[in-house]
């Protein structure tokens, strides 16, 4: 089992920057990836940026160039520095990991709110 814990959301002006934190605990050596996604109000929970066990990188098309996601050397923390923040970043911001055998764990997620 795996326990996920987000932090580092909050308020932040339109062009301004923010870094999440998602701490892992458990079973962290069988992660196969891990990831930030977000869901805003009356949307879907969409995938923002994903990391895997090599360090390789995906993105979404609306954070390109903006968001970085990143590990720790012990690979037991996730972070999400978010540059260059727009309104329409706004949501609730949640790690998420696949480990084991395609099981998947959930932070209870954290808001960020980006004012016009």
């Known amino acids: 089992q795996v326990q996920l814990v987000e932090s580092g959301g909050g308020l932040v002006q339109a062009g301004g920057s923010l870094r999440l934190s998602c701490a892992a605990s458990?079973?962290?050596?069988?992660?196969?990836?891990m990831a930030w996604y977000r869901q805003a109000p009356g949307h879907q929970r969409d995938m923002v940026a994903l990391?895997?066990?090599?360090?390789?990188?995906n993105y979404a098309e609306s954070v390109k160039g903006r968001f970085t996601i990143s590990r720790n050397n012990a690979k037991d923390t996730v972070y999400l520095q978010m540059n260059s923040l727009k309104p329409e970043d706004t949501a609730v911001y949640y790690c998420?990991?696949?480990?084991?055998?395609?099981?998947?764990?959930w932070g209870q997620g954290t808001q960020v709110t980006v004012s016009s």
């Open positions: 998420s990991t696949d480990y084991g055998y395609s099981r998947r764990a």
């Open positions: 458990g079973s962290i050596f069988s992660i196969n990836f």
């Open positions: 990391i895997t066990s090599s360090g390789t990188t």
